[in-house]
């Protein structure tokens, strides 16, 4: 099952990773946390974006075990959208961004 917007296809949970980990790394102690997440679709494009804050204390970011979510959403979404999406994903002063556009052409 794929999701249709206005002619324009996305792969189910694709966006679920990105939204979990900002859920999951945003909102530990942190004096003002939180997350901002857009969806625009316009001109053929699909634009998702996840901000949100973190704290930058390596000892409150640490997991009992790695994950895997972003390396595999990357390797999705290149076998989804091979040169028809571009990926980037920053971090910044506190601030964990990432920016996903979906081409249709």
């Known amino acids: 099952m794929i999701l249709i917007v206005r002619e324009l296809s996305i792969a189910p949970m694709l966006f679920i990773p ?55 959403t990357q390797k999705r979404l290149e076998l989804l959208y091979q040169n028809k999406h571009k990926l980037e994903i920053s971090e910044n002063d506190g601030i964990f961004k990432v920016s996903l556009k979906i081409f249709s052409t």
């Open 18 to 72: 990105f939204v979990e980990n900002a859920f999951k790394h945003g909102l530990k102690n942190i004096v003002t946390p939180g997350i901002d997440i857009t969806l625009n679709c316009d001109n053929g494009i699909i634009h998702f974006e996840v901000v949100n804050r973190y704290s930058e204390l390596d000892e409150q970011n640490k997991d009992a075990t790695s994950g895997i979510g972003l390396i595999n």
